[in-house]
T-cell receptor, first 113, second 109 residues
Framework: GAGVSQSPSNKVTEKGKDVELRCDPI?????LYWYRQSLGQGLEFLIY????????KSGLPSDRFSAERTGGSVSTLTIQRTQQEDSAVYLC???????????FGPGTRLTVL | DAKTTQPTSMDCAEGRAANLPCNHS???????VYWYRQIHSQGPQYIIH???NNETNEMASLIITEDRKSSTLILPHATLRDTAVYYC??????????FGDGTTLTVKP
């Protein structure tokens, strides 16, 4: 929605492999968020980038998870040594300056075999 | 962020108003109430938000009680396309919130 794209749309990987998930947000956003949604459940906050501040990593479930945002725009979520419990839809969202509305991407469905 | 409680599921007849309740009894003074919905296999979609006053936009109305401990999302004329999971979130921040299980609204013909 509103120009937030994510890639790949689907990713199947083997347990123990590393994966990178990409978020391409609209220009002019001020904050970027990553969420995880397990099957049939609500969204779990993972990490948050705002301007040039250090990211808020309080939601990351383990040190196997990391994320970066390059040039204040594109963001990559990396999961190292994937486990089966990492299987979920990973969603990226952005907000605009002074805005309350989050614009979500379509998500990446990760399946760890 | 304050915790919210929503019914697991609700049904509504097409063309009638859908009233979705949310309890947030531990809300603090500067936390907003946000509503999102998620249609199957899509990312969540923003609906509306409010602080103290009732709010209305082209999608819905949000009624917040005077003590702010609960709120109701109103879809005035529900259509089949409104079938979705509706999430009520209370937060200081537009994001950085964990969405609970929400209410599954089924609009029936």
């Amino acid at each position: 929605g509103a120009g937030v794209s994510q890639s790949p749309s689907n990713k199947v990987t083997e347990k123990g492999k590393d994966v990178e998930l990409r978020c391409d947000p609209i220009s002019g956003h001020t904050a970027l968020y990553w969420y995880r949604q397990s099957l049939g459940q609500g969204l779990e906050f993972l990490i948050y980038f705002q301007g040039n501040s250090a990211p808020d990593k309080s939601g990351l479930p383990s040190d196997r998870f990391s994320a970066e945002r390059t040039g204040g725009s594109v963001s990559t979520l990396t999961i190292q040594r994937t486990q089966q419990e990492d299987s979920a839809v990973y969603l990226c969202a952005v907000t605009r300056r002074l805005g309350h509305e989050q614009f979500f991407g379509p998500g990446t469905r990760l399946t760890v075999l | 962020d304050a915790k919210t409680t929503q019914p697991t599921s609700m049904d509504c007849a097409e063309g009638r108003a859908a009233n979705l309740p949310c309890n947030h009894s531990t809300i603090s003074g500067n936390e907003y109430v946000y509503w999102y919905r998620q249609i199957h296999s899509q990312g969540p979609q923003y609906i509306i938000h409010g602080l103290k006053n009732n709010e209305t936009n082209e999608m819905a109305s949000l009624i917040i009680t005077e003590d702010r401990k609960s709120s109701t999302l109103i879809l005035p004329h529900a259509t089949l396309r409104d079938t979705a999971v509706y999430y009520c979130i209370v937060s200081f921040n537009a994001g950085k919130s964990t969405f609970g299980d929400g209410t599954t609204l089924t609009v029936k013909p």
